[in-house]
């Protein structure tokens, strides 16, 4: 009877194995079959581009480069760090931009999606502190868009950048060598502290001057008609024009009026010609003001004063030691000497340089501009 038992229990057991592992072969079977029918079996998983570098570099940003709706090929830009060396309060190490493309491969295959580098014309690196890159239609000649790259400082101010066109000399071969001559070009890259913009086929570079009055020197470059900044090589154009102006934006005129620096107050007063007589007396002394109500104020330009177009300061001089103070508390008289360029309205010709100069004496504790004269 135990005999039986025993035996039993084997041909049970034997059943159930054999049954367990068919209800595995049927699991195994039907997966494919479930996959087909768009049953989740699994998170989805995605290829992430910040997890395939080596352990030396490190992946910092990834972001798509292409218009969702336009019919462009997948673009992934990824931002890296290499030669990273971490001090006791921050880390230093240059940052580094590689493109993805998804713009090569057989008709009904998957894509091959081959790195391109984002290479400056004198350096291997974008930049070392807070690297911005935007696709933006940049350059008529090209069509866009190009790829613009800005490298900002501490302050949050842009101090380079750089443009980047997608050089592909077979654009309807659907399979080529990827390193072929195709490339990221760099048509222009800039260099400024004081800021650089890129705009639709013209870049801005403000230079700082490091004086008194926060003023800086304004370069304005074009490209060629081919669409690049450059000469040959990395040689970028000169620039087109240049002026002075206030370094970081327009100042209120309070704040200008209260300067104990007069040429602050002849930039501000050549910046605001053009505009109403009421936004210019403040710069100007009591007799100043009233030539300018009996139309025979002199600026420099064969015009009235609240006419014309912008009037551009190419270049200003001052002479700290005629304020140097005497006997007095403080100086009471200064002079500002400039070169000014005034535009027209509408139309007309632009006027060449003009030299002119401006004495300026202390009412109420703040610099007028009192006499005008031609140097």
Known sequence: MKANQTRTRKIRGGQKQRLLWL?????????????????????????????????????IQVQRLD????????????????????????????IAGVVYRADRGISNHPPVIYPYPLRLPDRDYLGTGEVVVKAADVLSAWGGPEVVVENKNTDGFVTEAAVFFWNDPYPTETWHDPEYHRSY?????????????????????????????????????????????????????PSVDSWIDFAFGAIPVDKVLDSPYPEKIAMAFYDALGGPTDTLKPFLSIDAQNK????????GCDRSPDKGGKVTVRQISYFPGIE?????????QSLVELKIRCEPQAGGTVSGDVSVGWFLKR?????KMDRFYKP
């Open 67 to 94: 218009d969702p709706v336009a019919d462009d090929p997948p673009q992934w830009l990824v931002l890296y760090e290499y030669d990273i060396y971490e001090g006791a309060t921050q880390q230093f190490s240059p």
């Open 292 to 299: 300018l109500d009996r139309g025979l104020l002199e600026f």
């Open 185 to 237: 070009v760099c048509l222009g890259f800039f260099r400024a502290d004081g800021g650089v913009e890129v705009k639709y086929d013209e870049t801005i570079a403000i230079e700082l001057q490091g004086d008194r009055s926060q003023l800086a020197r304004f370069h304005k470059y074009k490209p060629d008609n081919e669409g690049s900044y450059f000469i040959s090589g990395a040689q970028l154009r």
């Open 363 to 367: 009412e109420g504790g703040q610099w």
């Open 324 to 332: 140097a103070q005497t006997k007095e508390e403080e100086a009471r």
């Open 23 to 59: 209800a595995l072969a049927i699991v195994v079977l039907l997966l494919p079959a479930c996959r087909r029918r768009g049953a989740v079996v699994s998170p989805q998983i995605s290829l992430n581009l910040d997890q395939i570098f080596p352990s030396s570099l490190k992946a």
